[in-house]
């Protein structure tokens, strides 16, 4: 048993179980509490019967018009609760809120190393909508990694306009002009 609740302040202090992954974006605690403040009902937990931390996910409402989604900034399970459906279960959270947000989609970013998130996106019903090349800035020598961005069609688009793949690879700094 577990409860998805509202993410909150003091869980920062609590979540080390589940952000200290390699493949887990970790920001400063600033960029956290602007999600918080400004897209609350986006930002939840899941939590074990015990108090642990399971998971945790991160997102926001972004885009005007036809362009109006709910995007995932950020997805984590701890190492002992993956593979229990614990991302699904965040996932189709994120998904409702945006549904109640009349959002067209959702989308998110992932790593192209990261081929166990990428399948898992892909059973959610995410298609690879376009490669994003050197979106993930590396740390040394090592160059910098694409990112696939993924999207999901909501009700709204009804002819999932959205979800159809662009043909080229873009720059991070075109993602906003297409």
Known sequence: MCTIRPFVCSDLLTYNN??????????????YLT??????????????????????IMGKAEGFSRNLHGHVTALSVAPEYRRLGVANRLMDSLEEISEEKNCYFVDLFVRLSNSIAIDMYKR??????????????????DPDEDAFDMRKALSR?????????????VRPEELDTL
């Open 18 to 31: 589940v952000n200290l992954d390699v493949l887990t974006e970790t920001y400063g605690v600033s960029f």
């Open 35 to 56: 999600y918080l403040a400004k897209w609350p009902e986006y930002f939840q937990t899941l939590e074990s019967v015990s108090g642990d931390i399971m998971g945790y």
């Open 124 to 141: 959610l019903g995410y298609t690879i909508y376009r490669r994003v090349l050197g979106y993930y800035s590396s740390s040394g020598s």
């Open 157 to 169: 688009d009804e002819d999932k306009v959205s979800v159809i793949p662009l043909t080229r690879p």
